[in-house]
């Protein structure tokens, strides 16, 4: 359950970082990967685009780490945990 807890945590964390510091069009509602295309797309941000790549990247991460929640906490369990702290600060650099 505090898996969980602090992946939603998470997830709220980015997305206020990303709608509070970028003044665009549309504000961001989730971080699956068509919600981000959607919210690209909408604020004229390239699919390579810097903050859209990071933001894939923390999608990606939160996803692996919500479909292993249920097993034992392996080394890639943790270094995924330690991929998504690193992502989340270099999106706060970025925004």
Same mark, same amino acid.
């Given at each position: $359950?505090?898996?969980?807890? /602090?992946? $939603?945590?998470?997830?709220? !964390?980015?997305?206020?970082?990303?709608?509070?510091?970028?003044?665009? *069009?549309?504000?961001?509602?989730?971080?699956?990967?068509?919600? +981000?295309?959607?919210?690209?797309? *909408? *604020?004229?941000?390239?699919?390579?685009? !810097?903050?859209? /790549?990071?933001?894939? *990247?923390?999608?990606?991460?939160?996803?692996?780490?919500?479909? !292993?929640?249920?097993?034992?906490?392996?080394?890639?369990?943790?270094? !995924?945990?330690?991929? +998504? +702290?690193?992502?989340?600060?270099?999106?706060?650099?970025?925004?």
């Amino acid at each position: $359950m505090d898996e969980f807890v /602090s992946r $939603m945590a998470t997830q709220r !964390r980015v997305l206020d970082m990303v709608n509070s510091r970028l003044y665009l *069009n549309e504000k961001l509602f989730g971080l699956s990967s068509s919600a +981000i295309d959607r919210w690209a797309v *909408n *604020n004229r941000l390239g699919p390579s685009s !810097r903050v859209v /790549s990071l933001l894939k *990247n923390v999608s990606s991460e939160l996803f692996f780490m919500a479909t !292993r929640s249920q097993e034992p906490v392996s080394s890639e369990y943790e270094l !995924r945990r330690e991929k +998504i +702290i690193e992502a989340v600060t270099a999106l706060a650099d970025a925004v």
